[in-house]
């Protein structure tokens, strides 16, 4: 077979959305109405938007025309059963919760195995996943390993948890205290790197030997069986779905927002091996989320789930997904724009603090950046940085994050080779004017997920 160094986008476009192009003035404009914060703009005032993959996927007409087939029936919906049997045969779980999405999964999941006394750890836990632990009284630890937190340095598994790490803080903490061993796949926060099979079963072990629960965040199970199958060894042969079915087979139970690899638009599951623990969380479901057959569901949802958990793990799907977004960063690479390397899975991760290195953290660099982005080119990032997962000392002084990233999350399905090129364009512009740009101060912000709300002012 002929092989091309092209990889076109593995589907035609049936149907078209139209962007609003937009001037400097305007975008100017906007912006300052947002207060300097994009998750504050107008959807319809942004040209690529590049805010989160999250929930963003363009469906194929298979989902849709699964939408068409939903079931809405209250209880025992065929819907249901065509969900449940899809995330039975993949995961192996034979308790299956539908939720609304991946944070109510996680509210009901570490808000019973939570509360004061508690710890959580994770390779990084996702904004959301943290606020739900912490919100719940108990405490949230981080330990990916040394890599993780090294924007350029080279390593096939970045995502990886510190393992002797990990062991030494069962052990400190006494494992009876330990709510969860949370492995995020790939590792959202940490640049959407992936984590290997070798560093899972390590973690199995080890929670095997102080009987402590492993989850999987597995909101990006196919994306991190890609990087498995082609960086690790012994996994060449296997398909993307046979290397995620092992993976969730070491674990007790796992999270998942369908948002991201289920290709739909709003959805998410828990499921569990305990049939004691499911049926705690069940109770919490029906109370919050809705009956046991839909949680938080429609019947069409759950059908778009069913298709696109099956659409997500085929092999010209996940080529074009992962090298579209190397794509991208290594063009930006290409340039000498600092960015997290290797390329993670979803987004490509700007390192904001080498960018603009004239900005100090606590002028947040990240958000600097975000504005910029979306001032010059009408394109909307999210900072993950010191407004994302700042806190403040008792002298209110920040303590501030021990990276600054700005991430462009590439929808699934969505934006195409030119809208790519432009994206590089706007970034070359900006690299090459870095020098001007000032950082800014918050003015207002709430107690939780600050950076969704918070209000900025320019620094003059
Ligand atoms: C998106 C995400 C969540 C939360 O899911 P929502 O559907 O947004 O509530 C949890 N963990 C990770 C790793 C995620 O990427």
Not at 160 to 183: C, H, R, S
Request: with cysteine.
């Amino acid at each position: 077979m002929q092989t091309y160094k092209t990889i076109i986008e593995p589907f035609r476009i049936k149907m078209v959305e139209a962007i609003q192009v937009t001037t400097a003035e305007q975008r100017e404009s906007h912006l300052k109405k947002a207060y300097y914060n994009p998750f504050l703009l107008e959807a319809k005032d942004v040209m690529i938007d590049f805010l989160t993959d999250s929930g963003t996927s363009a469906m194929s007409s298979e989902q849709w025309a699964g939408m068409m087939r939903g079931d809405e029936s209250y209880a025992g919906a065929t819907s249901w059963h065509r969900m449940r049997n899809e995330i039975n045969e993949l995961t192996g779980f034979e308790y299956i919760l539908p939720t609304h999405q991946g944070r109510a999964a996680e509210r009901i999941l570490y808000g019973y195995l939570g509360g004061k006394g508690k710890t959580f750890i994770s390779n990084t836990h996702f904004d959301t996943t943290r606020a739900n632990i912490e919100y719940s009284g108990a405490e949230a630890i981080d330990i990916v390993i040394p890599e993780g937190t090294q924007p350029s340095t080279e390593h096939p598994f970045k995502g990886n948890i510190d393992t002797e790490k990990l062991e030494k803080l069962i052990l400190e903490k006494g494992k009876e205290n330990i709510g969860a061993v949370i492995l995020t796949v790939t590792n959202n926060s940490g640049g959407g790197q992936p984590v290997s099979m070798q560093n899972a079963k390590k973690v199995k072990e080890i929670c095997k030997k102080y009987s402590v629960l492993f989850i999987l965040d597995c909101c990006r199970i196919a994306e991190n069986a890609y990087f498995i199958k082609h960086r690790e060894k012994g996994f060449e042969k296997k398909t993307y779905r046979e290397i995620a079915q092992e993976m969730f087979a070491l674990t007790d139970g796992a999270i998942m927002s369908a948002k991201k690899d289920a290709l739909v638009n709003m959805g998410g599951f828990l499921v569990l091996k305990d049939k004691i623990l499911a049926a705690e969380c069940k109770n919490k479901l029906i109370i919050t989320e809705g009956y046991a057959t839909y949680g938080g569901l429609s019947g069409r949802d759950m059908e778009a789930i069913a298709i696109g958990l099956q659409e997500v793990f085929e092999p010209a799907y996940l080529e074009y997904r992962i090298k579209s977004t190397q794509y991208l960063g290594e063009k930006l690479k290409e340039l000498g724009v600092p960015l997290i390397w290797p390329i993670g899975g979803h987004a490509v991760y700007l390192d904001a603090k080498d960018f603009y290195p004239n900005i100090p953290v606590h002028e947040y660099p990240g958000q600097a950046l975000v504005c910029e982005l979306y001032l010059k080119g009408g394109i909307r990032a999210v900072e993950i940085g010191s407004v994302m997962f700042g806190k403040y000392n008792e002298n209110k002084k920040l303590i501030p994050s021990p990276m600054e990233l700005v991430r462009l999350a590439i929808p699934r399905r969505v934006y195409t080779q030119s809208h790519i090129e432009y994206v590089v364009e706007v970034i070359a512009d900006l690299w090459n004017n870095r020098e001007k740009v000032k950082g800014v101060r918050i003015i207002e912000e709430p107690l939780f997920l600050r950076h969704f709300t918070a209000k900025f002012e320019r620094i003059m």
